[in-house]
């Protein structure tokens, strides 16, 4: 592969549910950098429904045609939602790729799930916890996203000062609109058979990577989110909560860069 071909590798960066691109920042930041991989966000702005999610992301992917895409959180889900609903609606068999958007080789999902809402607290949070967010949201919704950043970090992770302070106040894309068709979805969304149906066997075939990083103490999708091994999926477990990218932030870009330029096997 030439320098030319390269630097046309394009990486999407897609943030969870209350964040903003400006969160990847001081990893593809210096990624860009480092590497010949260019790098684009995602944004939620527009976005007013449960639909409106899932068709911001369809244009952004259709447009950027990435061959990368990094997702966290509920932004994580999202795209493993929309995957899998594409490849369900093509045809052919397990090495078959989503229609137009072929180029897409990795993903690499942190702190991520395959169901956010879970009666087992060990695998989601209770439905009951979004719904009072959803009702607060009317009323208080500064005070909700600041209470939402701050779970996103272990006590030593705030004790130790590795939680960012910028994102422990509001800083959003979303709308009003859009922070509650986040929630909504979160609490319905599932795509735990999907995953079994649809991504296993593009991961077993080769047509497809998965990089999926979780916080040994993620606070917010919790460990058992984490789906289990399988041919074409890497997990990594760090000593972190809900955002590795930053806490634990040189271990986090040495392996994510290491992934991104692994072309042994279909990057």
């Not at 395959?114 to 060990?122: K, Y």
Request: net charge negative.
């Amino acid at each position: 592969m030439d320098s030319a071909e390269r630097r046309d590798r394009r990486v999407l960066w897609i943030h969870g549910w209350g964040m903003s691109p400006q969160v990847w920042k001081p990893i593809s930041g210096r990624l860009a950098k480092d590497t010949e991989w260019s790098h684009h966000e995602f944004s939620y702005a527009g976005c007013r429904d449960v639909s409106s999610l899932f068709e911001a992301l369809e244009h952004r992917i259709a447009e950027l045609r990435p061959e990368a895409v990094v997702a966290w959180s509920m932004g994580g889900l999202l795209l493993l939602d929309w995957l899998t609903r594409r490849y369900r609606d093509s045809d052919g068999g397990s090495d078959c790729k989503p229609g137009a958007h072929s180029e897409l080789r990795k993903l690499v999902l942190i702190g991520a799930t395959l169901q956010f809402t879970d009666a087992d607290r060990s695998r989601g949070w209770p439905l009951r916890v979004l719904e009072r967010m959803q009702a607060r949201l009317r009323t208080q919704p500064e005070d909700v996203l600041r209470q939402f950043a701050a779970s996103m970090f272990t006590e030593a992770e705030r004790e130790e000062g590795s939680a960012p302070e910028r994102l422990l106040q509001p800083d959003t894309d979303m709308s009003a609109e859009g922070l509650q068709a986040g929630l909504s979805y979160l609490a319905a969304a599932t795509v735990r058979k999907a995953w079994s149906d649809e991504l296993l066997p593009r991961l077993a075939a080769g047509s497809l990577r998965v990089l999926w990083i979780h916080g040994k103490y993620d606070p917010v999708c919790p460990i058992g989110a984490m789906p289990e091994d399988a041919d074409g999926l890497e997990r990594v477990v760090m000593r972190a909560g809900h955002a590795p990218f930053l806490t634990q932030q040189a271990a986090f870009y040495e392996r994510l860069r290491g992934f991104l330029n692994d072309n042994d096997k279909g990057g």
